[in-house]
């Protein structure tokens, strides 16, 4: 009967611009629960684990032959209805679909992977009827069991066995069954504990004099675990397997005549995967006088605003701050989001907070592998401890954490907000975790606060407009000074030959000041690789990548020119293509020149090198943060990385070698970014003994920004920025949407951009500009040109994106352009 049907609208994870139906069998409809995972076919032969989106009675019309959902992966939903909000406004608001946020936001651990799989069914009465292909296959079943449709394909020497399956599927002959496993598992460790018919003094002292006099060994281990267990101080019943071992210094021998005796069990006990210090005592610091007020200030905020901006000075104990601010959310059972904008970040600020908060405190990013990520996943959506004896109710992360399944969010904390690392550039959804995080204060009910020395223009912008609140943080902990910053002028420099490589007098003799007085020096620099190209030195030949239009970088390390977009690495060239010379000559200086040049120039400095290079290994990263900390690195180089919010003590000298590359870099936001970069690095200089010095090589002391930079004057340049940003229709007073269209024919390319150029035109007018190519006009054998769409921000942004996606859509949907790439990116950085 038609009051007996329900019906599933289940998202996929698949770029489909709507939501698919299934029914729900009767045998599911009392288990299917909104936000569970259920597998449904779809297409002839592929099964997809699906998200349930929405349950409901309504026959789907037009119709379409209905398929039955095939199975329930979760009894209980693991998103939220919450998530599935923020899900639809990601979608919405960064014109993408449902199924690019649900493949963004799972861990890959709870996707599962499909291999079609077919076997004889074993109901069926196999006799006469069949062809001799048909016959084959059978037989080929009987004696496999199972076979995937690519060994059909195979075996029956043709592209495609569909047609034989099909029938042999109408005959009921086989099942076709798609495969579906979960990648993650638990894991497991083997676990040692005491048999319970030896709990009493008695039975266990007469196992023990049995020992003493027959098996000695085994009388050792037995006792070294009753004093690691029973009669220790800590409270447990249990030890692992390796650590008994361990302990003991005994063999796998002399444990296994215990199994075999049954007086202890070894047994598979499931832990967590994350390594997490062991807590002792907890310590919340005392907050200064500066700290206190403005924390007092963040709560008086916060009763009338839901999203707060902290303006404090690099160095001014922000971190402190957030503390006692999740305390408070801890003693009311809340949970808490810290988000940071680079994974290394995390180092430091996990020892602090598992300092403060033990192991409520946990960690998600994407270096952690798929299981991992499950576990993590599973614990903040059941806020119980469970086998793994695991809670955690703060979850430090980057961008990622914003999709875990909090349950009872009380405070967002994203420190850093100025970071563009906070945007999601490829693939979709194109996300800023920032705005994000503000939104899921909305939906949560949960304050936001936003953290930075130099804040966003456009954070700052709401700040003042009164749309978020602001407080500001002008002293450094315990009154220390800030560092004196001084501009180097590169330019002078070479003129009078006064350079040492790549160093002025002035960061020379501040290296070598600091080296003598057993202090460190951080050396930035945002290129990595030894050069960022190599040329002829007799035709100007250079190098180029043959999928991207650029120029290979020069690694030495590995002897060889990588290309820094798509990866492609050849070796070193010798000589020229273009007159045959073999004056092949490095221009311009990355990070491994650098340290190359430091180690020259001070043989007995410990140098070390921090970039994308050197910290591709899970933990490298955190082995050069603790080797920096405990004085064992004398000079840090490094790219971004190093001007992260890192604290050290010893760091007096900071050399930024190249301000003129971050000033130069076309795009409307390089002066602020250019500001924020030197003052974060400046901010490592000068923690506690005495006052830092940063020295800032430029061929342009003069220029503007320098001299804001070196005044530390934030709000001149802020206010210069604003004027001509009014001006020229550019954040905060106008929404960007970047269209970006690709091919990989160039002249096809052309023609789509024009066509979809010219039709925005025709609706947004003069304020399109392109299509252009963009600085790198060609990467992986993809020609791209982007469109840039500047919207009033009192328009109807909403109305906008949706007739730019018609545009989009009709552009894919035109003769020729099946290869077309092209989407839009909301608020670009």
């Given at each position: 009967m038609m009051e007996d049907l329900l019906f599933a609208d289940v998202i996929l994870p698949l770029p489909l611009g709507y939501r698919y139906t299934y029914r729900v069998p009767a045998a599911f409809q009392m288990r299917i629960k909104t936000g569970a995972r259920v597998i449904v076919q779809f297409g002839?032969?592929?099964?997809?684990?699906?998200?349930?989106?929405?349950?409901?009675?309504?026959?789907?019309?037009?119709?379409?032959?209905?398929?039955?959902?095939?199975?329930?992966?979760?009894?209980?939903?693991?998103?939220?209805?919450?998530?599935?909000?923020?899900?639809?406004?990601?979608?919405?608001?960064?014109?993408?679909?449902?199924?690019?946020?649900?493949?963004?936001?799972?861990?890959?651990?709870?996707?599962?992977?499909?291999?079609?799989?077919?076997?004889?069914?074993?109901?069926?009465?196999?006799?006469?009827?069949?062809?001799?292909?048909?016959?084959?296959?059978?037989?080929?079943?009987?004696?496999?069991?199972?076979?995937?449709?690519?060994?059909?394909?195979?075996?029956l020497g043709q592209l495609s066995s569909f047609a034989v399956l099909k029938v042999l599927l109408e005959k009921n002959a086989v099942i076709v069954e798609e495969q579906l496993r979960e990648s993650y598992k638990p894991k497991l460790i083997s676990t040692v504990r005491l048999n319970p018919e030896y709990q009493s003094d008695e039975k266990l002292n007469s196992m023990l004099d049995l020992l003493a006099r027959k098996a000695k060994k085994q009388e050792q281990l037995l006792k070294i675990f009753l004093a690691e267990t029973l009669y220790g101080d800590l409270d447990q019943t249990e030890i692992s397997k390796r650590d008994l071992l361990e302990l003991a210094d005994a063999s796998d021998a002399a444990l296994k005549g215990l199994e075999e005796k049954q007086v202890l069990e070894v047994f598979q006990k499931e832990i967590g995967r994350i390594?997490?210090?062991?807590?002792?005592?907890?310590?919340?610091?005392?907050?200064?006088?500066?700290?206190?007020?403005?924390?007092?200030?963040?709560?008086?905020?916060?009763?009338?605003?839901?999203?707060?901006?902290?303006?404090?000075?690099?160095?001014?104990?922000?971190?402190?701050?957030?503390?006692?601010?999740?305390?408070?959310?801890?003693?009311?059972?809340?949970?808490?989001?810290?988000?940071?904008?680079?994974?290394?970040?995390?180092?430091?600020?996990?020892?602090?907070?598992?300092?403060?908060?033990?192991?409520?405190?946990?960690?998600?990013?994407?270096?952690?592998?798929?299981?991992?990520?499950?576990?993590?996943?599973?614990?903040?959506?059941?806020?119980?401890?469970?086998?793994?004896?695991?809670?955690?109710?703060?979850?430090?992360?980057?961008?990622?954490?914003?999709?875990?399944?909090?349950?009872?969010?009380?405070?967002?904390?994203?420190?850093?907000?100025?970071?563009?690392?906070?945007?999601?550039?490829?693939?979709?959804?194109?996300?800023?975790?920032?705005?994000?995080?503000?939104?899921?204060?909305s939906i949560h009910g949960a304050k936001v606060l936003l953290g930075s020395a130099t804040p966003s223009y456009e954070t700052f912008f709401n700040a003042k407009a009164g749309k978020y609140g602001l407080v500001n943080l002008s002293e450094r902990f315990l009154g220390i000074e800030m560092p004196e910053l001084i501009p180097a002028n590169t330019q002078e420099a070479y003129k009078r030959k006064q350079m040492r490589s790549v160093f002025t007098p002035e960061l020379y003799g501040e290296i070598a000041t600091a080296l003598i007085n057993k202090e460190q020096v951080i050396l930035f620099q945002n290129r990595r690789g030894f050069a960022p190209f190599v040329q002829c030195g007799k035709c100007g030949w250079i190098p180029?990548?043959?999928?991207?239009?650029?120029?290979?970088?020069?690694?030495?390390?590995?002897?060889?020119?990588?290309?820094?977009?798509?990866?492609?690495?050849?070796?070193?060239?010798?000589?020229?293509?273009?007159?045959?010379?073999?004056?092949?000559?490095?221009?311009?200086?990355?990070?491994?020149?650098?340290?190359?040049?430091?180690?020259?120039?001070?043989?007995?400095?410990?140098?070390?090198?921090?970039?994308?290079?050197?910290?591709?290994?899970?933990?490298?990263?955190?082995?050069?943060?603790?080797?920096?900390?405990?004085g064992k690195i004398d000079i840090l180089v490094g790219t971004q990385m190093v001007t992260k919010g890192l604290d050290f003590d010893h760091v007096r000298?900071?050399?930024?070698?190249?301000?003129?590359?971050?000033?130069?870099?076309?795009?409307?936001?390089?002066?602020?970014?250019?500001?924020?970069?030197?003052?974060?690095?400046?901010?490592?200089?000068?923690?506690?003994?005495?006052?830092?010095?940063?020295?800032?090589?430029?061929?342009?002391?003069?220029?503007?920004?320098?001299?804001?930079?070196?005044?530390?004057?934030?709000?001149?340049?802020?206010s210069r920025q604003m004027a001509e940003r009014k001006m020229f229709r550019y954040p905060p007073y106008f929404r960007l949407i970047k269209i970006v269209v690709k091919h990989q024919n160039k002249d096809r390319l052309d023609l789509a951009a024009l066509h979809?150029?010219?039709?925005?035109?025709?609706?947004?007018?003069?304020?399109?500009?392109?299509?252009?190519?963009?600085?790198?006009?060609?990467?992986?054998?993809?020609?791209?040109?982007?469109?840039?769409?500047?919207?009033?921000?009192?328009?109807?942004?909403?109305?906008?994106?949706?007739?730019i996606m018609e545009i989009i859509n009709n552009a894919k949907s035109l003769p020729n352009n099946s290869q077309l790439i092209v989407y839009a990116d909301v608020d670009p950085m």
């Amino acid at each position: 009967m038609m009051e007996d049907l329900l019906f599933a609208d289940v998202i996929l994870p698949l770029p489909l611009g709507y939501r698919y139906t299934y029914r729900v069998p009767a045998a599911f409809q009392m288990r299917i629960k909104t936000g569970a995972r259920v597998i449904v076919q779809f297409g002839k032969r592929k099964f997809f684990s699906a998200l349930v989106y929405k349950l409901h009675q309504t026959m789907p019309t037009g119709g379409f032959d209905i398929k039955d959902i095939d199975a329930i992966l979760d009894e209980e939903p693991i998103i939220s209805e919450k998530q599935l909000v923020l899900w639809e406004w990601i979608a919405n608001y960064y014109c993408c679909t449902l199924g690019e946020v649900y493949k963004a936001a799972l861990p890959s651990g709870l996707k599962l992977e499909s291999q079609t799989k077919i076997s004889l069914n074993p109901e069926a009465i196999i006799g006469e009827g069949f062809n001799d292909k048909e016959t084959a296959v059978i037989l080929l079943l009987e004696s496999r069991k199972t076979a995937s449709i690519q060994d059909l394909n195979r075996f029956l020497g043709q592209l495609s066995s569909f047609a034989v399956l099909k029938v042999l599927l109408e005959k009921n002959a086989v099942i076709v069954e798609e495969q579906l496993r979960e990648s993650y598992k638990p894991k497991l460790i083997s676990t040692v504990r005491l048999n319970p018919e030896y709990q009493s003094d008695e039975k266990l002292n007469s196992m023990l004099d049995l020992l003493a006099r027959k098996a000695k060994k085994q009388e050792q281990l037995l006792k070294i675990f009753l004093a690691e267990t029973l009669y220790g101080d800590l409270d447990q019943t249990e030890i692992s397997k390796r650590d008994l071992l361990e302990l003991a210094d005994a063999s796998d021998a002399a444990l296994k005549g215990l199994e075999e005796k049954q007086v202890l069990e070894v047994f598979q006990k499931e832990i967590g995967r994350i390594d997490r210090p062991q807590s002792s005592e907890l310590l919340i610091k005392e907050l200064s006088e500066p700290q206190q007020m403005a924390y007092d200030e963040i709560l008086k905020q916060f009763e009338a605003q839901q999203t707060v901006l902290l303006n404090g000075v690099t160095s001014s104990g922000k971190t402190e701050i957030y503390i006692r601010l999740i305390e408070e959310q801890l003693k009311i059972g809340k949970q808490v989001l810290y988000l940071v904008p680079e994974i290394g970040l995390t180092t430091q600020i996990i020892t602090r907070l598992k300092t403060a908060f033990g192991d409520l405190a946990g960690i998600y990013h994407s270096k952690f592998n798929d299981a991992e990520r499950v576990e993590i996943w599973f614990n903040v959506l059941n806020e119980k401890s469970g086998k793994t004896g695991q809670q955690y109710k703060v979850i430090l992360g980057a961008r990622s954490a914003i999709f875990l399944p909090f349950r009872d969010l009380g405070l967002i904390i994203v420190d850093e907000e100025h970071e563009n690392s906070y945007k999601q550039f490829d693939p979709a959804p194109r996300y800023n975790a920032r705005d994000m995080a503000i939104l899921m204060g909305s939906i949560h009910g949960a304050k936001v606060l936003l953290g930075s020395a130099t804040p966003s223009y456009e954070t700052f912008f709401n700040a003042k407009a009164g749309k978020y609140g602001l407080v500001n943080l002008s002293e450094r902990f315990l009154g220390i000074e800030m560092p004196e910053l001084i501009p180097a002028n590169t330019q002078e420099a070479y003129k009078r030959k006064q350079m040492r490589s790549v160093f002025t007098p002035e960061l020379y003799g501040e290296i070598a000041t600091a080296l003598i007085n057993k202090e460190q020096v951080i050396l930035f620099q945002n290129r990595r690789g030894f050069a960022p190209f190599v040329q002829c030195g007799k035709c100007g030949w250079i190098p180029k990548c043959r999928y991207c239009d650029v120029s290979k970088t020069y690694h030495k390390n590995r002897s060889g020119l990588i290309c820094h977009y798509c990866g492609h690495a050849t070796s070193m060239a010798i000589k020229c293509e273009e007159c045959g010379s073999e004056e092949i000559k490095p221009r311009g200086f990355g990070t491994e020149k650098i340290e190359d040049e430091i180690q020259l120039l001070f043989p007995e400095a410990r140098v070390a090198r921090m970039d994308l290079d050197t910290t591709r290994a899970k933990k490298a990263y955190d082995q050069l943060i603790w080797q920096f900390e405990n004085g064992k690195i004398d000079i840090l180089v490094g790219t971004q990385m190093v001007t992260k919010g890192l604290d050290f003590d010893h760091v007096r000298v900071v050399g930024v070698l190249n301000a003129d590359n971050l000033l130069n870099y076309p795009d409307f936001r390089s002066y602020e970014r250019s500001f924020q970069l030197i003052m974060q690095v400046s901010g490592r200089a000068g923690r506690k003994h005495n006052r830092g010095k940063v020295i800032v090589q430029t061929s342009q002391p003069n220029h503007p920004v320098i001299q804001d930079v070196i005044a530390s004057d934030y709000y001149r340049l802020f206010s210069r920025q604003m004027a001509e940003r009014k001006m020229f229709r550019y954040p905060p007073y106008f929404r960007l949407i970047k269209i970006v269209v690709k091919h990989q024919n160039k002249d096809r390319l052309d023609l789509a951009a024009l066509h979809v150029a010219t039709a925005l035109r025709t609706i947004f007018n003069k304020n399109v500009l392109g299509p252009e190519y963009p600085v790198v006009g060609r990467i992986q054998m993809w020609f791209q040109k982007e469109i840039l769409i500047k919207l009033p921000r009192d328009g109807k942004i909403q109305d906008a994106k949706s007739k730019i996606m018609e545009i989009i859509n009709n552009a894919k949907s035109l003769p020729n352009n099946s290869q077309l790439i092209v989407y839009a990116d909301v608020d670009p950085m």
